[in-house]
């Protein structure tokens, strides 16, 4: 019997339609690159329930005509390309004559447009796919579409929607992308009856920059610029020595348009390795311009990813741009010498509270000598622990119970050494462990800060003068959503005027300006977490922000401690974030090796 048929129209549009439109910030993004590619000057978008109910963008744009808003919602309909050859040479944010359609499918659009000629408007109504009504409207040159009830047809996909607040912050996400890189034009983000972000037009990026993210971010970015043949980069990005604990400040757009690129992030890892502090991770506003035919725009359903011709170029062009930038010499150290005081995020190394509680981390942990460890047995090491001298040498961890099993009970592995500054050797009856001090330091605090904020605990530090930072807008939503939360994570702070937040209180497991920084990435995490996950997620962030680094000298009483520590949990496996803690090397494979 035959078991393949032809999906009716309605079902297949619907699967079309969500591949394009995955929750409110797909029809947020179309309906803003509509706008743009129709020249407008000023986008205004507003939104109910995290636009759940109503997304609304307005725009001064091009408009249409009668005629093009008739067929604006037919499946690839599009006045942006018109063959094949056209595809080589995208300039225009759209080009599928897809968008439309697809949400078009899947809410109830009002559409009102008018481009100048003739005497009035348009006004288009659907409702899934049915045309429901055309009529005349006076309206001024421009385009405003509404879209409300999104996914009143796909139940399923409306299930998945996350809360109001979760949605509005990857929106103000999106449009803080969007007003990067159109600077010469107004972007005003409404939520209800609250404004998230108004950015009148301006004539730089670094304008744009101040209005989004306030004055400390700009005053922390220098200028960068390269050519290499057709490929051109510019923009701003961190001073040496200045830079933040997360990548949450990293935007990089091709051809005005956001890209999410691994080639670019290596590019600004690699060009920023010797100059800033280890751990931080630059700032940066990169705009990559490449000839239309060297990049290709069409590999993703969402357009969030492009393909190079050439991605060594691009790489190249990248590492120059901001190599060249720091060698011209300034550091923020020099450039800010006085406020360096009262910056965010310093102070990784300098943890600890004056009063501190027992018990929380290495820093409590016995320290008379301080950092003096020997490298470890540095002759052998060369060749026992060369990786691929043998590949089933290396027996990882990964399973918690065998782990577990592997020390007998009350009987801690020795210490032997610490080797790279990174690993800590030691060795048991059954063979030696190699571990890595961070991850290990942090699976360690992982579980104690587990258990301190089951008990509300919290070691708390006020601060006298509460430490201000400004907030960007998603940033200030996330805040405003997780300020309870943060609270009960031993963070008290208030949303002061505009985009600044004060930190008031802190837990005294951090230094004051690491507290900052942590605060700040706490709330980063929590605007993309689902909320069933968000307090474990703060939580790891908070153990692995306060634990030994790599790179970090360890006494052999401090390595002692943690070892014995990490050996009283029962499941070590792997540290809070996924990574393997220890790896072991067997005393047969051993013996073996030696031939004993
Ligand atoms: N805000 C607007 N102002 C003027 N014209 C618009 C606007 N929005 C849409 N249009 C017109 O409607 C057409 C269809 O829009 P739609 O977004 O569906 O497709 P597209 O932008 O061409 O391609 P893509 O599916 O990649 O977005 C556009 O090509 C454009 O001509
Ligand atoms: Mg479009």
Redesign the pocket.
């Known amino acids: 019997m035959n078991k393949i048929h032809v999906l009716p129209e309605d079902v297949s549009r619907k699967i079309a339609a969500g591949e ?1 439109i995955e929750r409110p910030v797909s029809v947020v993004k ?2 803003v ?3 743009l ?2 020249g ?1 000057s000023a986008v205004r978008i507003e939104l109910a329930e995290g636009g759940r109910r109503l997304i609304k ?1 307005a ?1 001064d ?4 005509s009668r005629e ?1 808003a008739a067929l ?2 037919r499946r690839h ?4 390309i018109a063959s094949e050859a056209d595809l080589e040479r995208i300039s ?11 949400i078009a499918a899947v809410s109830r659009l009002t559409l009102r ?1 008018f481009d100048g000629t003739g005497e009035r408007g348009t006004v288009i109504e659907r409702e899934g796919d049915r045309l429901v009504a055309v009529t005349d409207i006076a309206f001024p040159r ?2 405003a ?1 509404e879209v409300r009830d999104l996914f009143f047809n796909l139940p399923a996909r409306r299930k998945f929607l996350r809360s109001a607040q979760s949605e509005l912050n990857v929106i103000a996400k999106y449009v803080t992308q969007a007003a990067l890189a159109s600077p010469g034009a107004r972007f005003t983000l409404v939520h209800g009856a609250r404004q998230v972000i108004d950015c009148p037009a301006v004539g730089t990026l670094r304008e744009r920059v101040f209005q989004l993210f306030g004055k400390a971010l700009v005053d922390r970015l220098m200028d960068v610029a390269a050519v290499d043949g057709g490929s051109r980069v510019e923009g701003l990005a961190s001073l040496p020595l200045a830079g933040r604990g997360d990548r949450s400040v990293q935007h990089v757009f091709v051809n005005g348009r956001p890209v999410k690129d691994r080639v670019l992030s290596a590019a600004l890892n690699q060009a920023y390795a010797g100059i800033l502090e280890k751990g931080r991770q630059p700032e940066a506003f990169l705009f990559i311009g490449l000839p239309l035919e060297d990049v290709d725009v069409n590999v993703h359903p969402a ?1 969030a990813e492009v393909r190079f011709k050439d991605s060594q170029v691009v790489f190249r062009t990248v590492l120059r741009a901001v190599s060249e930038g720091a060698a011209r010499g300034h550091t923020i150290k020099e450039v800010y010498p006085v406020s360096e005081e009262g910056r965010s995020g310093r102070g990784v190394s300098e943890r600890g509270g004056p009063a501190g509680a027992p018990g929380l981390g290495l820093d409590r942990a016995p320290d008379r000598e301080a950092g003096r460890a020997s490298p470890w047995a540095p002759a052998d090491t060369g060749t026992a622990a060369a990786p691929g001298a043998g590949g089933d040498m290396y027996r990882r961890y990964v399973s918690p119970s065998s782990a577990a099993a592997s020390v007998p009970a009350g009987e801690d592995p020795v210490v032997l050494g610490q080797y790279e500054n990174m690993y800590i050797v030691a060795g048991s009856e059954e063979g030696l462990l190699v571990i890595d001090q961070h991850n290990a330091h942090e699976r360690v605090l992982f579980e104690k800060y587990k258990e301190i904020d089951r008990q509300q605990a919290w070691p708390r530090q006020s601060l006298l003068i509460p430490a201000l930072a400004e907030l960007s807008p998603s940033q200030r939503v996330s805040f405003e959503e997780n300020a309870a939360l943060l609270e009960e994570l031993g963070f008290r702070a208030e949303a002061m005027g505009g985009r600044s937040v004060a930190l008031k209180e802190y837990p005294d497991i951090f230094g004051r300006e690491a507290a900052l920084e942590v605060f700040l990435g706490l709330i980063e995490e929590a605007g993309g977490a689902e909320a069933g996950e968000r307090r474990d997620r703060m939580l790891a962030t908070m153990a692995c922000k306060s634990a030994v680094k790599a790179g970090q000298p360890l006494t052999r009483e401090k390595m002692g401690y943690l070892v014995a520590e990490l050996f009283k949990i029962s499941r070590l496996g792997l540290c809070p974030h996924g990574r393997p803690v220890v790896v072991r090397i067997d005393r047969a494979q051993i013996d073996k090796g030696l031939k004993r």
Request: charged share 25%; aromatic share 6%; glycine share 14%.
């Open positions: 394009v179309e309906l690159e509509n706008s590619d129709a407008a963008v725009d744009g091009s408009g249409m093009d604006c919602f309909s599009t006045s942006k225009t944010l759209g080009f599928r004559g897809e968008a439309l359609a697809s447009t421009g385009t579409v357009k």
